[in-house]
């Protein structure tokens, strides 16, 4: 009995050891999770500062070089092509002979419909003769006119089909894509030809609100290729839309005269430079300090290590900065990485 009590003893008090123990572990955890909370509860930001700088007054935009004319010429009439009279790269006139199809069905069509219109064409003069003579009456007349009326339509129709087999080309162009060959047999809708003109190129760009109110249809711009650096080319401004897309972006559009061995081609980069090539100085932050987009207008500035967040009147765009016009002075801390998880009031740490 004795040993019993004995042990009871020893386990409880090494019970209570452990019991002991873990409090006072659960206790330090406590302490030092507090810690770490109050460490995390600052969000880590990286910053700029507004200021005056100089920055170019010209506004840059890019897009793609798309030809002024292309078209694809596809048959007209059912065939077989007996002769195909250019090939890819060459250049075509207008109105010139791209392709021939065998067009006997047609011609054989257009002889039938001569002989219907000759035949008509004699009976009504047969039938006036009669008339005049009171053979026919006024009816019968008028019914053979009728007549020699809707042959004399069915032979244009068959005169035009006939037209048809020959392709020509609807403008002076390149050939950019042959789809035939001699002995190919075309139905209506075949697609038989590709005709670019690259004589004269358009250049569609977006200009974004700040700037679009600087531009006026008919102005000159300067534009380059990047292929091109070492030539230069106007274009002239001849589209602006009325309604900005979804990116408060206005789509403008520019004609480019070619040089005389169109090195400019469809398809290239180009850019589009707006405004006078000068320096002034402006009042700027850089674009990624604005929350969401430039249109938000809403910036956060660094405040006793706090988020404030601050509505702003943006202007110009120069690249990546943006003019302030009002709402931030200069030499003011502005928030350009961490917005996503910040409010108004929010603590903030400055990483570099």
């Known amino acids: 009995m004795k040993r019993l009590i004995i042990t009871v003893l020893i386990v409880a008090a090494a019970l209570a050891g452990i019991f002991y123990i873990l409090d006072r572990n659960k206790t330090k955890n406590e302490e030092q999770t507090a810690v770490v909370a109050i460490e995390n509860s600052s969000v880590a930001v990286r ?39 250019v090939d890819e790269g060459a250049f075509v006139r207008a109105g010139q002979t791209l392709a021939i199809v065998d067009g006997d069905k047609q011609n054989v069509n257009v002889a039938n419909m001569k002989a219907t219109y000759e035949n008509a064409k004699a009976e009504v003069d047969r039938f006036e003769n009669a008339y005049s003579t009171g053979g026919v009456t006024k009816q019968q007349l008028d019914q053979v006119k009728l ?15 006939a037209g048809d087999v020959n392709v020509s080309a609807s403008f002076a162009g390149i050939v950019n894509r042959r789809s035939i060959e001699p002995g190919s047999y075309v139905s209506p809708g075949t697609e038989m030809f590709e005709i670019v003109n690259v004589s004269t190129l358009k250049l569609m760009v977006n200009v974004d609100e700040k700037n679009i109110g600087f531009l006026s249809l008919g102005q000159t711009v300067r534009v380059e290729s990047a292929v091109l650096s070492d030539r230069e080319f106007n274009g002239v401004i001849t589209f602006i839309a009325p309604k900005a897309d979804g990116g408060l972006n206005f789509p403008v559009e520019l004609e480019i005269n070619n040089n005389s061995n169109n090195d400019l081609r469809a398809g290239m980069y180009g850019s589009a430079y707006f405004g006078s090539d000068r320096e002034i100085k402006a009042m700027v932050v850089p674009r990624s300090a604005f929350v969401g987009s430039v249109s938000s ?56």
């Open 47 to 85: 910053v700029d500062s507004a200021g005056i700088r100089k920055v170019n007054a010209q506004y840059v935009t890019n897009g793609v070089f798309a030809p002024k004319q292309e078209v694809i010429l596809a048959a007209e009439a059912a065939g077989k092509v007996t002769r195909v009279l």
């Open 147 to 161: 007549q020699l009326e809707n042959a004399s339509n069915n032979l244009k129709t068959a005169q035009i089909s």
């Open 297 to 352: 207008n809403n910036i956060f500035v660094v405040v006793d290590g706090k988020a404030i967040l601050k509505t702003v009147v943006s202007g110009r765009s120069f690249g990546d900065d943006v003019e302030i016009v009002s709402g931030v002075q200069e030499n003011e801390v502005v928030i350009t990485s961490g917005q996503i998880n910040l409010v108004d009031g929010t603590p903030v740490k400055i990483i570099k």
